[in-house]
């Protein structure tokens, strides 16, 4: 690294050389911070001198040394540049034998004080007889560690070599307790000692150490700023960093040259940089740094001083010795990378001790909760119960802050630090919440203890309903039934609060919209959710309501994703899917998807994500819809998800049946599953989803069981709605397909019959199963009105389904032009939808590939847009094979008016006939929907 800074510095002490080698001896003292630059500045300097002739005898001081006598004078005379015959001399005596031995009969001190001086004298001629032919440099380093003997010696030797050619250069940490002191203090006596001071670099100075690493001072002059605020300018930090960045890298610095990193990444060389400096201080000041460290933006040097047992006057000494060295900013150390290091250098004993002091001391202070917190959780133990609360409230505060994971840290602390059994049982709960937010799983081993302390009365309101709901989802039916007695208690009592023992957690309320039906709790008059209850009961059972649509949107925009509002956004969701609304619940769905990502809930996310599947497959996209449910099981294990994993693998089965991937629907239906998700609200849609890969897959009767299995549990529940799950309509597909066709017929009407079986969804489903149990002259009848039925309602899979059948009754009558047309309809839609493996199965290869052709050519017909909205309205019939008289039953109008506009359809898209007319007619066009019914064509 560049030698930068440091050129004043050398050029006086080649004036000192110059001055001693006319024999006037001369002392430099080198003082300065830790690892600015002084050993580098010493051993330049004596290189340079060497190559002028000079003698060196080099020593350097060490803290492991300085106990040692004798040991820097052992150094400075054990030197390969001394002649032989001075080197055999000095050897003599430093020798063992010329020490005193440690039985000898004087008092240690007298002996070693006798040999002292005998060595002083003999090194004292060694000098002399060397300094009359060259200039001797007797440098030490780090003269701060040398011991007492060696520094006596040393004095001893300044006052008697005068008029010689001796340069003596000294490095030093002076330090807030700078040892030796009596020898300072007579070293600096001496008329020909100098005092040179060095300082950490400048960011002029950080900008051509930047160049040298660079080769480009452009760009290092750019970077200089940054790095100089990180390092302070330590010459030691500084190449730490560097290092780390040349290994890190980033964007060339120029072409051909080396990269850094823009800002700077600090890594393990910066780190060990930092504790090169703090091990180089004494232990004062490494006590103290480390008090920096733990206290961060709270240091100061009263409480330094109170953590420490220092006085304040000596802590404010010490900083300003340690701020010398470029490792702090005021009285904070200056990088949080700084600040890691020095911590890690603390004995996990040590170091938890410490942070029980420092929250003591902060507490004692008045110092926020969470600063404080983070001293316990670091101790992993409180000194007592003031602790508890602290620990509490930075939880709640760390929450708000979405710092969830030192939240978990407090709570879990304060729970398992608490004796007190009631004030335990809410710590429980918060901790419980917070971890099923991120993990399902990790609820379970609290469960007992949290159904405990609600029976014990510890938990109230709506803590009473989380925990049933935590129950539930692991398929604890029983004890959740207990817990819920609890809760109706809770809500009937006097003076109960509303939202006391409401929906207060998903599991509770995944109500049934999403083809499952948990047991509910009911939403109290006002609660957040009230609204999207209604809104998904009036879209349900089709009850009156103003507008369920707007009131679902109300609700949504009047929500921020949290627990208690999660079950509410679920249920709008579905209220919107089951309005046939996909757009926009898709649209909401995404919004609190990034809402879920950015609150860092994973369980919200997995069950969003499995709510955006069940959207997906609505819209007609089973592609992203499969995309959608994997992610969702792969948010939250399978353990995780508990009896709900019927929700993700309901969809992820349907998507891979609605991509024709009969074999690959099949391996997930065979995922082993809880044996309680079947006692639960999340096996109706699970069931009916294996149902009909047994349908797919050509097992009837294991599809009937299925479904009729599915049928039970939701008259159980009170919720056979066919909005929500039309399962009679698979049934009824399941028993035509064993020829039970009466049995198939019944159960059609009685689908229909049912509240919401008027539904254009329902009652296109419904057609499709009443015309496989038919003749097959009947067929092409129920299938034609569930074609327009699914197509206005935009269910594109089951339309897919519907134009598949239709093709076959046609095609089984001996219609083959009217079969074609729907065939090419069929592609069209699953063009769009990516569902050809889909229409593959459901039509035989060359069916399918004849209609590619026939689509394409279709599709080349000029732009329907041309088209008026009644010339539109009668086209789509006929395009989708209504005769003309049935065109005008439907619309109200003549047939006479019918052929009318057929003849300007024609002439305006340049066709000659229906099966021309063009595909975009009805799909992909995005013309208004067609209003089957309506008069006035």
């Known amino acids: 690294m560049a030698f930068v800074e440091r050129s004043q510095e050398m050029r006086y002490l080649r004036g000192l050389f110059e001055r001693s080698e006319r024999g006037r001896p001369q002392i430099a003292l080198i003082s300065g911070p830790v690892a600015t630059g002084k050993t580098e500045l010493l051993h330049a300097f004596v290189e340079e001198a060497i190559g002028l002739g000079a003698l060196p005898l080099i020593a350097t001081g060490s803290r492991a040394e300085r106990s040692l006598p004798l040991g820097v004078i052992g150094q400075l005379f054990h030197s390969p540049a001394l002649p032989w015959h001075l080197l055999e001399e000095t050897n003599a005596l430093l020798t063992a034998d010329a020490l005193p031995s440690p039985g000898a009969t004087d008092a240690p001190a007298a002996a070693m004080r006798r040999a002292a001086i005998r060595l002083a004298r003999g090194v004292c001629s060694t000098l002399l007889t060397l300094s009359t032919e060259r200039v001797v440099v007797l440098a030490i380093d780090d003269v701060q560690y040398a011991d007492g003997y060696s520094l006596q010696i040393l004095l001893y030797l300044l006052r008697r070599l005068k008029f010689r050619r001796l340069l003596v250069i000294l490095t030093e940490w002076p330090g807030a307790q700078a040892p030796h002191s009596a020898f300072r203090a007579e070293l600096l006596r001496q008329p020909a000692c100098h005092r040179l001071h060095v300082r950490a670099l400048s960011e002029d100075g950080t900008a051509r150490v930047l160049a040298e690493a660079l080769g480009d001072p452009s760009a290092a002059a750019r970077l200089a700023p940054a790095y100089h605020e990180v390092t302070g300018g330590n010459p030691l930090l500084l190449r730490g960093l560097v290092e780390d960045g040349l290994n890190e890298g980033g964007a060339p610095a120029a072409p051909g040259g080396r990269s850094l990193p823009q800002p700077p990444v600090p890594g393990r060389l910066f780190r060990q940089a930092v504790c090169a400096c703090l091990y180089q201080w004494d232990a004062a000041t490494i006590q103290v740094a480390r008090s920096l460290a733990l206290l961060d933006r709270w240091a100061s040097p009263a409480l330094v001083g109170r953590l420490t047992g220092m006085k304040p ?58 600063d404080v917190a983070e001293h316990l959780v670091a101790a992993d133990r409180v000194p007592d119960k003031w602790a508890i609360g602290v620990l509490r409230d930075a939880a709640r505060q760390a929450l708000a802050e979405r710092r969830d994971d030192f939240a978990d840290d407090c709570l879990e602390l304060a729970q398992r630090s608490c004796a007190d059994e009631q004030v335990r049982a ?24 949290l159904r405990r302390s609600v029976l014990a009365g510890h938990l109230g309101g709506r803590d009473v309903s989380a925990v049933a709901g935590f129950l539930l989802w692991h398929g604890r039916g029983d004890d959740a039934r207990e817990i819920l007695a609890r809760a109706r208690g809770a809500r009937d009592s006097p003076g109960a609060r509303p939202g006391d023992a409401s929906q207060g957690t998903a599991p509770l309320c995944l109500r049934a919209g999403s083809e499952s039906a948990l047991p509910e709790v009911a939403c109290w008059p006002g609660h957040p959710g009230e609204a999207a209850c209604a809104a998904l009961d009036a879209v349900l059972t089709g009850a009156p309501d103003a507008d369920p649509v707007a009131r679902a949107e109300e609700a949504l925009s009047g929500c921020a994703l949290s627990e208690d509002s999660l079950p509410s956004v679920l249920s709008a969701l579905y209220a919107l899917l089951h309005a046939d609304r996909q757009d926009r619940a898709a649209a909401w769905c995404d919004t609190f998807l990034r809402d879920a990502e950015a609150e860092g809930a994973t369980t919200w996310r997995a069950l969003l994500t499995a709510a955006r599947a069940d959207i997906a497959l609505r819209q007609g996209r089973p592609a992203p819809a499969e995309l959608w449910a994997a992610e969702a099981l792969t948010l939250v294990s399978a353990r995780g998800w508990g009896v709900a994993i019927g929700l993700p693998l309901a969809a992820l089965i349907r998507a891979r049946l609605d991509l024709g991937r ?34 797919a897959a ?29 399962w009679r309509g698979d049934l009824a597909l399941a028993r035509a397909a064993l020829d039970q066709r009466e049995e198939a017929k019944e159960l059609v009407a009685e689908q229909l019959a049912l509240p919401g079986g008027d539904r254009q969804r329902v009652v296109g489903v419904s057609l499709r199963a009443m015309a496989a149990a038919a003749s097959p002259k009947r067929r092409p009848g129920p299938l034609r009105e569930a074609v327009a039925l699914l197509q206005e309602c935009g269910d594109r899979l089951e339309l897919i389904r519907a134009l598949a059948d239709l093709s076959r009754a046609h095609a089984g009558l001996g219609e083959f032009g009217r079969a074609r047309m729907m065939r090419e309809r069929a592609v069209h839609v ?25 689509g394409a050519a279709a599709e080349a017909a000029d732009d329907p847009a041309l088209l008026s909205d009644a010339e539109r309205r009668v086209a789509t019939l006929a395009a989708i094979g209504y005769t003309n008289r049935e065109i005008g039953r439907k619309l109200h109008v003549t047939v006479s008016t019918v052929e009318q506009h057929l003849t300007r359809v024609y002439r305006k898209l340049n066709v000659d006939r229906r099966a021309d007319l063009p595909l975009r007619l009805r799909y992909g066009s995005g013309a208004e929907p067609l209003a089957v019914g309506e008069g006035g064509a």
């Open 426 to 449: 809410p710590l429980l709960m918060s901790l419980t919440r917070l971890r099923w937010r991120r993990d399902p799983s990790t609820a379970l081993r609290h469960l007992a203890t």
């Open 662 to 695: 009969v074999e690959d629907a099949g391996r997930a239906a065979g995922l082993v599953v809880p044996k309680a998700m079947f006692g639960g609200g999340f096996a109706p849609g699970y069931l009916r989803a294996r149902g009909h890969q047994h349908l």
């Open 830 to 854: 699953a063009a769009e939808c990516g569902a050809e493996e889909l229409l593959a199965r459901l039509l035989p290869a060359p069916e399918a590939e004849s209609a590619a052709e026939g």
């Open 698 to 726: 050509n097992r009837p009767r294991a599809a009937v069981a299925d479904f009729e299995r599915c049928g039970r549990l939701m008259r159980e529940w009170g919720r056979d709605l066919p909005v929500l799950l039309p």
């Open 313 to 370: 006057e000596l802590v404010v000494d010490i900083v300003e010795s340690i701020g010398g060295s470029g490792l702090l900013r005021g009285e904070r150390l200056r990088h949080p990378a700084v600040r890691a290091a020095i911590a890690d250098t603390v004995e996990p004993g040590d170091g938890a001790d410490a942070h029980l002091r420092g929250a003591q001391l902060l507490h004692d202070r008045g110092v926020a909760a969470p």
